[in-house]
């Protein structure tokens, strides 16, 4: 579905992919594990990181599979660069937020 026409919820849908692909990531699971972890199709994960949409219920299971709650995951945009959370060893021109060293 295109949200051209809803910018709001373009950015929601952006920001909840982005988040799942970090908390996915800091599992050191692949798109396919956490899918077959949250009971999903396989190509449901990639299509959801990409910012294409999420059912509600979808973002439920896949919060409470990553154990982050759906607020946080659903929340305000910290930075529009990079959403309070840089890549580990850089810091954000935006915000000014340095990522963390894992």
Not at 14 to 28: D, I, K, L, N
């Amino acid at each position: 579905m295109s949200y051209d026409h809803l910018p709001q919820a373009a950015r929601v849908h952006q920001a909840f992919g982005a988040r799942v692909r970090r908390h996915r990531e800091r599992h050191g699971w692949s798109a396919r594990e956490l899918a077959l972890r949250a009971g999903m199709s396989a190509n449901t994960i990639p299509r959801i990181e990409a910012g294409n949409g999420t059912p509600l219920g979808y973002a439920v299971v896949i919060c409470e599979t990553l154990g982050v709650p759906l607020a946080e995951m659903t929340g305000p945009v910290e930075c529009a660069r990079c959403d309070g959370a840089p890549p580990a060893g850089f810091r954000c021109t935006a915000c000014g937020t340095d990522g963390e060293i894992p």
